[in-house]
């Protein structure tokens, strides 16, 4: 594996920051600790331009080459989730309550390693634009970033991202072109019956009852309205009513979930007939109904020409046989879609091994993992920009 050497003593000192990320752990915005070492760390390194702020908490850095050329934008994600570590570790996290169960932390550490390895050496001719981003989880941080000017500001013209993957095998990579990842769409159903004794359900109007027949209804609209060989999931991932007193039929019942796909028509469609299924549902059981359909992210959306240049890099660090641009597209959702729409790019995985999945709360970034994703940033700067 040709990591450069200098990468690999990088790697150490990368791990303690990592480490440091993991034991406090913020979310969304609020990653003021985070963001603010992340700028200290890639001043200390020398970097051109420094700025902080972006997107509400984010921080930008400027590397230039040798000579002028191109820009390139490399995006971290540093936010992490409301999830209770269960791992002993001695960096485990410090905050009750918030982990870094989806590897932003490694994220973060990989691109600081990166940012360090290139200040020193500067074997390229363009300008490096090293993007540290906030609320990846739920919070739009990428469109915040956007929002505030981000492309425009410094000149950004392609932009790569990068996530690692547990059970891919570890540091090999992963793409494809086209959908990658899944738009994610949120919803909250609140029904309103009327409530009374369980023993006298017919002067009741059981809003249980309908919610379970929603519940039902709503798969069809994947099962018979989908493509077989296109992909959407409906999800219900909560369903709160009633007490704990068995004998009472509630008044209110509230269900919420997501919805998931790889097509934009596809995601226009289930909305439409989403809100056909759930009224319709509703009256038919004489329930009041009150639904709220969130648009979230879109689907991420690969390049073609970026993606596999983007592949040929990684080649180049792990062998030909350990890089598949022929991935199957994941369900989960990823803001680093507004990012690819705003400029041509690629998003690819990273494998983290055989540790516990992302959201889990027995997950860890796997710290020998930091060398294959510092020089494969360092190799896609190098080589999109040559000296």
């Given at each position: ?5 200098r990468?690999a ?14 034991r ?38 400027v ?10 934008g ?24 918030l982990m ?20 020193e050496?500067r ?26 000017g ?135 059981h ?11 992210y ?29 991935m ?8 680093f ?37 510092i020089?494969f ?8 920009l040559?000296?």
């Amino acid at each position: 594996m040709p990591i450069i050497n200098r990468v690999a003593e990088i790697a150490d000192e990368a791990a303690e920051w990592r480490r440091d990320f993991h034991r406090h752990p913020e979310l969304l915005y609020e990653v003021h600790r985070t963001s603010a070492r992340v700028a200290e760390l890639l001043t200390s390194f020398g970097c051109d331009e420094v700025v902080t702020g972006l997107g509400r908490t984010g921080v930008v850095a400027v590397v230039h080459g040798r000579a002028p050329g191109r820009t390139l934008g490399l995006r971290a994600d540093m936010d992490a989730l409301p999830i209770t570590e269960t791992r002993v570790s001695d960096h485990a996290s410090t905050v009750p309550g918030l982990m870094h169960a989806c590897g932003h932390d490694g994220h973060t550490a990989m691109l600081l390693g990166a940012a360090r390895h290139l200040t020193e050496t500067r074997n390229f001719a363009g300008t490096a634009v090293l993007i540290f981003q906030p609320a990846e989880e739920g919070g739009a941080g990428a469109k915040a970033m956007i929002d505030d000017g981000l492309m425009e500001r410094f000149g950004i013209e392609e932009v790569y991202g990068m996530h690692n993957m547990p059970g891919l095998e570890l540091g090999r990579f992963a793409t494809r072109t086209g959908a990658i990842m899944a738009a994610s769409n949120t919803f909250e159903i609140r029904l309103k019956g009327h409530g009374g004794h369980a023993a006298k359900p017919h002067i009741c109007i059981d809003p249980i009852v309908a919610g379970a027949h929603i519940v039902t209804a709503l798969q069809a609209i994947v099962a018979r309205g989908v493509d077989p060989v296109d992909s959407a999931v409906v999800s219900i991932t909560r369903f709160h009513a009633g007490t704990t007193a068995n004998n009472i039929i509630p008044q209110t019942a509230v269900i919420g979930g997501t919805v998931r796909t790889l097509q934009e028509e596809t995601r226009t469609f289930i909305k439409q007939r989403f809100a056909d299924v759930v009224e319709g549902t509703a009256r038919a059981h004489g329930v009041e109904v009150e639904l709220d359909y969130e648009w979230g992210y879109p689907v991420v959306v690969n390049h073609p020409e970026e993606t596999e240049f983007a592949a040929s890099v990684a080649r180049g660090i792990v062998g030909v046989d350990e890089v598949s641009t022929e991935m199957d597209p994941s369900l989960g959702g990823e803001d680093f879609a507004y990012m690819l729409q705003a400029r041509p790019g690629a998003f690819l995985f990273i494998g983290n091994g055989p540790t516990a999945g992302l959201h889990h709360p027995d997950y860890d970034f796997d710290d020998r993992l930091l060398p294959y994703g510092i020089s494969f940033w360092v190799k896609l700067v190098e080589t999109a920009l040559p000296t």
